[in-house]
């Protein structure tokens, strides 16, 4: 059989598959975006979270932040302490259905990066909102622990620690 007639099926083929691969070409394109730079995965972090109650949040992208093995230790105020080492996964298991059916914002109100060569600590500080235009109900500190591979840089590790009366943010992370 001649290659001609193949030949011209390639576009139509190609129209075809389109649809398919385009949203696997977005993802691939977001993930690189999103880990670019020490602010772009941080402002992702928070992006990807927040939303209005009825929103699905994109969990894919989530996940796409993280190391393999990655490990969230949330302090939260009025919860028993001690290690809760969770994944990324667990994460959204926990807490995703809560932040689609409620809606939550989360915003960083002041940064502090330290970095030495392909690992950065930043400690950001947040305001957390059930609709976007109310007041703060929650303020915290979160810790995240980065790495660049060589490519773009993970979130290895995030632990966060919410605001108390007993605890409040020290200034040293508040908004100059």
Do not use: C
């Not at 028993?80 to 298991?93: F, H, I, K, M």
């Not at 966060?160 to 605890?167: F, G, K, N, S, V």
Request: proline share 9%; aromatic share 10%; no cysteine.
């Amino acid at each position: 059989m001649p290659l001609t007639p193949l030949k011209s099926l390639l576009p139509a083929l190609a129209v075809l598959l389109m649809p398919l691969l385009l949203p696997a070409m977005a993802a691939a394109q977001q993930e690189t975006e999103d880990g670019a730079s020490i602010d772009a995965i941080v402002d992702a972090a928070y992006d990807v979270i927040s939303g209005p109650a009825g929103e699905a949040r994109d969990w894919d992208r989530f996940r796409a932040l993280f190391a393999e093995g990655a490990k969230l230790y949330p302090r939260v105020t009025g919860m028993p302490q001690g290690l809760r080492p969770s994944t990324p996964e667990d994460y959204v298991a926990r807490s995703g259905p809560l932040l689609e059916e409620r809606g939550f914002f989360e915003g960083e109100v002041a940064r502090s990066v330290h970095r030495y060569g392909d690992v950065a600590q930043v400690f950001s500080t947040y305001e957390g909102r059930w609709k976007e235009d109310e007041a703060p109900f929650i303020r915290g500190v979160n810790a995240f622990q980065l790495v660049f591979d060589g490519e773009r840089w993970w979130i290895v590790s995030l632990a966060w620690q919410q605001e108390a009366p007993e605890l409040p943010v020290p200034a040293a992370y508040e908004a100059e």
